[in-house]
C-alpha cells in the first residue's frame, strides 16, 4: 500500500512543482508543420500573456478622407486581458502608416502609455506596434488609436445628362475610393471632406480588400437649367496668312445660384445628350472648387450649327508697334436663331484701334456675343495695334 502511494506522488509531482513555481514553462518542443500556424516558442512569465490583437478585436472602423491631407483612420479595438504583465501587439494596421500622426485614447486603459514597433522581416511588410502594460484586474477593455495612412485613393466624378431640345439636365455625382493601405478595409465607416471643409457621410463600405477598388453613386439626382451657347475660340497673335475655319464649341452654362450647390469635389464631368431612346456621349470636361458660385460654363463637345471663317487682313510692322486686323465671317447653317460668343486671345500689350465699340477687352484678349438668325451670314472685324514687351 505504502509503495502504491509513493510511486503516486512520484507522477504526479512534476505537476505540483509546476502549479506551485515561479519558473517559465518550458517551450513546447513539438515542430508546427507546414500547415500549421506560426508556434510562438517564447517562455511566457507567470501571470503573464501576449496578446495580438488584429481586425477580429475591432469594434469599429472609421476612416476621413480629406482633399489636404492623408486619410485619418478611428480603429477601436476590445482587449482581453489577464491580470499582471501583458504584452500587447496591433496588427492589421496599414503599411502606409504615418508614424509620427499615431496616437490613442484609452479610458478604460490608462496603463496603456507607450507603443513602439516590432522590425519586419521586409520593407513592405505593416510594422506591428506593441506596448507592455501591467494590470491588476483582468478582462475586456477598449482602446481607441487614431492615425494617418498614405494609399487611400478617390476622386469625385460627375455625369450631366442634358434633355434634348431643351433647358433641362440632371447632374449626378460618383465618389471611387482605391485601397492600397495593405489592410482590408471592408466594414468600415467613410466620411469625405472638401476643400470647403464640407462633410459627406459616405457610410459603411461592405466591401474593400487592399488592392481593390469601390465606387458608387452618392445622394440624389440633381435638376439643373442649362443655358447652351456656343463658343468660337481662337489665337489672335502673331501673323497667320490664309483664311482658316475656327472650331465652336458647345458649352452648357449653370447660373451661380446653381453652381454653389453642385460638385463636391474637383474631378471630371461626363456630358450626356439624353434623346429620348437613346444616349450620346458629348465629351467630358473637369470640375474645380473654385467654380463655385459663379456662372459655370461645361463643355458639351463641338458643334456645326454655325460656320465660323477667320481671315487675317492686316499684319504690317510699324515704328510704334505691330499692326494687326482681323475679319471674321460668321453663317447660321441651320433653320433656328443662333447665340454666338467670339473669343479672340492676344497675347503681349495692346490696345484696340477698330471695332471698340462692338468687342469687350477681357483678361484674355477681346470678346463678342452675337444673335445669328435662321441661315443668316455676317461679317465682323476688329484692328488692334500690339506694343513692344519692355525688355528687362
Known amino acids: ?64 478622407l480629406s482633399t489636404q491631407t492623408p486619410a485619418q483612420f478611428t480603429d477601436q479595438r476590445q482587449l482581453a486581458l489577464l491580470s ?9 494596421l496599414p503599411a502606409t502608416l504615418l508614424a509620427p500622426s499615431l496616437y490613442w485614447h484609452s479610458p478604460t486603459l490608462p496603463e496603456l502609455r507607450a507603443l513602439s514597433t516590432e522590425p519586419t522581416q521586409g520593407d513592405d511588410q505593416a510594422p506591428v506596434w506593441q506596448a507592455s502594460v501591467f494590470v491588476e484586474t483582468g478582462g475586456n477593455r ?11 485613393d478617390w476622386q469625385s466624378s460627375y455625369q450631366l ?8 439636365g440632371q447632374w449626378r455625382e460618383a465618389i471611387a475610393i482605391r485601397n492600397q493601405t495593405g489592410i482590408d478595409l471592408s466594414g468600415a465607416q467613410f466620411t469625405a471632406v472638401n476643400d470647403f471643409g464640407q462633410r459627406r457621410a459616405l457610410g459603411r463600405i461592405p466591401s474593400l480588400p487592399s488592392g481593390m477598388r469601390w465606387r458608387a453613386l452618392v445622394g440624389d439626382p440633381q435638376s439643373l437649367t442649362l443655358t447652351p451657347m456656343l463658343v468660337a475660340k481662337a489665337p489672335a497673335s502673331g501673323p497667320q496668312p490664309g483664311a482658316q475655319q475656327a472650331p465652336v464649341e458647345r458649352r452648357l452654362a449653370v447660373d451661380s ?13 461626363s456630358v450626356i445628350h439624353d434623346q429620348g431612346d437613346e444616349t450620346t456621349a458629348l465629351a467630358q470636361t473637369q470640375w474645380q472648387p473654385s467654380q463655385r458660385g459663379s456662372v459655370l460654363e461645361i463643355a458639351a463637345g463641338m458643334s456645326t450649327a454655325v460656320r465660323v471663317e477667320r481671315l487675317q487682313v492686316d499684319y504690317r510692322y510699324q515704328a510704334d508697334g505691330i499692326e494687326n486686323a482681323w475679319r471674321i465671317t460668321l453663317g447660321n447653317t441651320t433653320d433656328q436663331t443662333q447665340n454666338i460668343r467670339l473669343e479672340e486671345v492676344i497675347q503681349g500689350r495692346w490696345q484696340i ?40
Open 1 to 64: 500500500m505504502l509503495r502504491h502511494v509513493l510511486v503516486t506522488l512520484l507522477l504526479i509531482s512534476p505537476t505540483l512543482v509546476w502549479a506551485q513555481g515561479d519558473s517559465a514553462r518550458p517551450a513546447n518542443p513539438t515542430p508546427a508543420t507546414p500547415n500549421a500556424a506560426a508556434i510562438d516558442s517564447q517562455p511566457l512569465l507567470a501571470g503573464s500573456e501576449r496578446l495580438v490583437s488584429d481586425a477580429q478585436d475591432r469594434l469599429s472602423l472609421a476612416v476621413e
Open 84 to 92: 499582471g504583465r501583458n504584452t500587447i501587439a496591433f496588427a492589421d
Open 142 to 152: 477598449s482602446t481607441r488609436l487614431h492615425y494617418q495612412a498614405e494609399g487611400l
Open 161 to 168: 445628362r442634358w434633355t434634348k431640345g431643351s433647358n433641362e
Open 257 to 269: 445660384e446653381q453652381s454653389e450647390a453642385i460638385g463636391f469635389a474637383a474631378g471630371p464631368v
Open 353 to 392: 484701334e477698330e471695332g471698340e465699340a462692338d468687342w469687350q477687352r477681357t483678361a484674355t484678349g477681346l470678346e463678342r456675343r452675337i444673335t445669328l438668325a435662321a441661315g443668316e451670314r455676317r461679317e465682323v472685324g476688329y484692328r488692334i495695334r500690339q506694343r513692344p514687351t519692355p525688355s528687362s
